[in-house]
Antibody, heavy 120, light 107 residues
Framework: EVQLVESGGGLVQPGGSLRLSCAAS????????MHWVRQAPGKGLVWVSR????????SYADSVKGRFTISRDNAKNTLYLQMNSLRAEDTAVYYC?????????????WGQGTLVTVSS | DIQMTQSPSSLSASVGDRVTMTCRAS??????LNWYQQKPGKAPKLLIY???SLQSGVPSRFRGSGSGTDFTLTISTLQPEDFAAYYC?????????FGGGTRVEIK
């Protein structure tokens, strides 16, 4: 059974940093591209970042470029999101999601999400 | 960036109704369109990929159609478990973008 479990969320002050983790199991993690998607309270879904299967290629939403870094450790089956210079508008539930096996990118499995609150 | 616009933003319907919602892209995205269902407090779930292909395990009452800029998600016979928010998402180019969602509520 595919499982994605996020951790690392919490309360952080503006300008602070946080690292999110996503532990994957039930599939060959090193074969899949992975994504982070976030959702502010009561709002819609926003794509944040993606990484290819071996970690050599990444892309970001403009709103986080230069502040967030996506990475992965295929030996540990874990995806990461390092978040620096956090702002109030980064407050959201952060989901990791697997890019599926189909011809176009999609999010076929999601974690349960971890809440990040940026506030003083 | 490609903007995705969903309509309506919410709708009220009864169990057994046929429900249709639309998603419009700001430029042509071929069939690079996915649909997700999200229930309160839960992660989204993939329903339809490549505009019209049903994800494994998703009931056949869900149907996706469209190509280019205009897409539709139809629920043929609304069931109690279908009351949720539905999001479209384009995969034509980064940044990957979602529509604002359609919330299906109980009438």
């Amino acid at each position: 059974e595919v499982q994605l479990v996020e951790s690392g969320g919490g309360l952080v002050q503006p300008g602070g940093s946080l690292r999110l983790s996503c532990a994957a199991s039930g599939f060959t993690f090193s074969s899949y591209w992975m994504h982070w998607v976030r959702q502010a309270p009561g709002k819609g879904l926003v794509w944040v970042s993606r990484i290819n299967s071996d970690g050599s290629s990444t892309s970001y939403a403009d709103s986080v470029k230069g502040r967030f870094t996506i990475s992965r450790d295929n030996a540990k089956n874990t995806l990461y999101l390092q978040m620096n210079s956090l702002r109030a508008e980064d407050t959201a539930v952060y989901y990791c999601a697997r890019d599926g096996v189909y011809a176009i990118p999609d999010f076929d499995y999601w974690g349960q999400g971890t809440l990040v609150t940026v506030s003083s | 960036d490609i903007q995705m616009t969903q309509s309506p933003s919410s709708l009220s319907a009864s169990v057994g109704d046929r429900v249709t919602m639309t998603c419009r892209a700001s430029q042509s995205i071929s069939n690079y369109l996915n649909w997700y269902q999200q229930k309160p407090g839960k992660a989204p779930k993939l329903l339809i990929y490549e505009a019209s292909s049903l994800q494994s395990g998703v009931p056949s009452r869900f149907r996706g159609s469209g190509s280019g800029t205009d897409f539709t998600l139809t629920i043929s016979t609304l069931q109690p478990e279908d009351f949720a928010a539905y999001y479209c998402q384009q995969s034509y180019t980064t940044p990957l973008t979602f529509g604002g969602g359609t919330r299906v509520e109980i009438k």
